[in-house]
């Protein structure tokens, strides 16, 4: 069992940075994959980024007006917590954050809602114009 708590959420301006953090309780999180997904209001949830088990291996959301280069996804298996850097935001990253884990790793995989076996209960991203 993996049980998982988002912080770090927040009000920023247009152009700011925060850093996610997802904590994981429990001794076999070192073995999960781990993905970060968003939620806009009115929205389905989407993939942000994701992160394999050794960290050799991580993917990110290749969409219009993507996170890539802008978002940065890490591990610290030490500390039981996976982080989200995310910079330059703009307002349309305005969503509640979750993480989630799971045991499964592949391009295609990591960006379903439902490869994941675990997810946190998410943290609110507020980017203001």
């Known amino acids: 069992q993996v049980q998982l708590v988002e912080s770090g959420g927040g009000l920023v301006q247009a152009g700011g940075s925060l850093r996610l953090s997802c904590a994981a309780s429990?001794?076999?999180?070192?073995?999960?994959?781990v993905g970060w997904f968003r939620q806009a209001p009115g929205k389905e949830r989407e993939f942000v980024a994701a992160?394999?088990?050794?960290?050799?291996?991580?993917?990110?959301?290749d969409y219009a007006d993507s996170v890539k280069g802008r978002f940065t996804i890490s591990r610290d298996n030490a500390k039981n917590t996976v982080y989200l850097q995310m910079n330059s935001l703009k307002p349309e990253d305005t969503a509640v954050y979750y993480c989630?884990?799971?045991?499964?790793?592949?391009?295609?995989?990591?960006?379903?809602?439902?490869?994941?076996?675990?997810w946190g209960q998410g943290t609110q991203v507020t980017v203001s114009s």
């Open positions: 989630a884990a799971g045991t499964r790793w592949s391009t295609k995989v990591v960006v379903t809602t439902t490869s994941y076996d675990y």
């Open positions: 429990g001794r076999t999180f070192v073995s999960y994959a």
């Open positions: 992160i394999s088990s050794s960290s050799i291996n991580v993917y990110y959301a």
